[in-house]
């Protein structure tokens, strides 16, 4: 019992910080929660974490949020998944709260553009490094090297030239799915006849 | 009941959207703009505003138009209608997935997904880097200008973490770094 209240406090703690220091959105924050999560915590394991964000994909809401409650619930219940998806909101929540009540000021302050266009270069290293660690730890078969360039260019082709091309992505992770499952299917035929 | 509307608009919102971020610009502009609780134009500006600070663009929206409409009770409606479908959704999945969790076809459908995750985090990092280095950070639709000061300070910064970590085998702390980002931030910009 103590142990879990202490997780908790953990999860609340940890999704405050991915919080508070997530820039650039989605699929951005995911590569801090991996950090996080996955590398310095070992929560979960990375082919759960994988599982995580297919999950969190295909449905509805803020990627991030459904992320947090997920892990949440994986380590430490309801409780869990309540306190990390809060402690997640929070700073959020407060800062823009606090920006509202100052907003004409607040978008005209030389100085926090300034503070926040360097950490804006911080954030993209981090992210950078952490796609890096994402792929030099995963199994690179012939499936890999066929389905993340042609992923990668089927992304950025649409991002360019539709303002709206957030279904493209769950198209690919759908057709990922049927993938796996085929390659499952066929895979378990060999065995049998084996 | 200006509460309610609050709450009940955003929980559309929040329910109809997947992918998050920005893909929930048309439902706001059609559920929010046509209410006249903000402009189309104060919307552009807030995005802007969101891409600067910190978390999912869907809370930030949330907390601004319920602050600016009814204050603390107002901004707490809204960001709880946004993020209770996605709590609720994923609850609901993860004890069903529970049952599921030692299926072959499970991890084989997830082992056929990876790669494409990575593809999608790795283009939003190259979307998001092109756009600050080239475009002003906003949209590919501004004008194009190399941000020389940005493509600078960010290639010291990568450098930095590379070097740090050949040297001590460890990677540098991620906060101490971001807090070094925007001290250099004040210095050159």
């Known amino acids: 019992m103590k142990e879990k209240i202490l997780n908790c406090l953990k999860l609340f703690i940890v999704f405050l910080k991915i919080g508070a220091f997530s820039f650039g959105g989605g699929y951005a924050m995911i590569g801090i929660i991996q950090n996080e999560i996955v590398e310095k915590r070992k929560w979960i394991r990375q082919s759960e974490f994988f599982e995580v964000v297919v999950i969190a994909e295909s449905t509805p809401g ?16 309801i409780l869990g998944s309540s306190l990390a998806t809060i402690g997640l909101v929070l700073p959020s929540f407060v800062i823009i709260f606090i920006i509202s009540l100052f907003y004409d000021d607040f978008i005209k302050n030389e100085y926090v553009m300034k503070a926040f266009s360097g950490i804006k270069c911080g954030i993209m290293v981090l992210l950078l490094t952490t796609v890096i660690k994402l792929a030099k730890k995963m199994e690179r078969g012939l499936y890999f090297y066929l389905a993340f360039p042609i992923a990668l260019i089927i992304m950025i082709l649409f991002s360019i030239f539709l303002s709206d091309f957030s279904w493209i992505s769950l198209i690919l992770i759908i057709i990922g799915l049927i993938f796996g499952i085929i390659n499952t299917a066929l895979s378990n035929k060999k065995v049998k006849k084996v | 009941m200006i509460f309610l ?35 189309t134009d104060a919307l552009y500006d807030f995005i802007a505003v969101s891409e600067v600070t910190p978390g999912p663009f869907a809370i930030n929206i949330a907390t601004f138009i319920g602050s600016s409409q009814q204050g603390f009770l107002g901004a707490l409606c809204a960001t709880l209608g946004v993020v209770l479908p996605s709590f609720i959704v994923i609850l609901l999945l993860a004890t069903i997935l ?6 072959k076809y499970l991890s084989g459908a997830i082992d056929g997904v990876k790669p494409i995750i990575i593809s999608l985090i790795s283009s939003t990092v190259i979307m998001l880097m092109v756009k600050t280095f080239f475009f002003g950070g906003s949209s590919l639709q501004s004008p194009f200008v190399i941000d020389r000061t940005t493509i600078a300070l960010f290639l010291i910064i990568f450098g930095f973490v590379l070097i740090y970590k050949k040297v001590f085998k460890k990677d540098f702390n991620t906060i101490g770094m971001l807090i070094i980002s925007a001290i250099f931030g004040l210095i050159v910009f």
């Open chain 2, 98 to 103: 529970r049952k599921f969790s030692k299926s």
């Open chain 1, 62 to 77: 803020p990627i991030s949020v459904n992320v947090a409650t997920y892990v949440g619930y994986k380590v430490a219940g």
């Open chain 2, 5 to 39: 509307e609050l709450f009940g608009v955003f929980f559309l919102i929040g329910l109809f959207t997947f992918g998050g971020g920005y893909a929930m610009i048309p439902l706001i502009e059609s559920q929010v703009v046509s209410r006249g609780w903000i402009s």
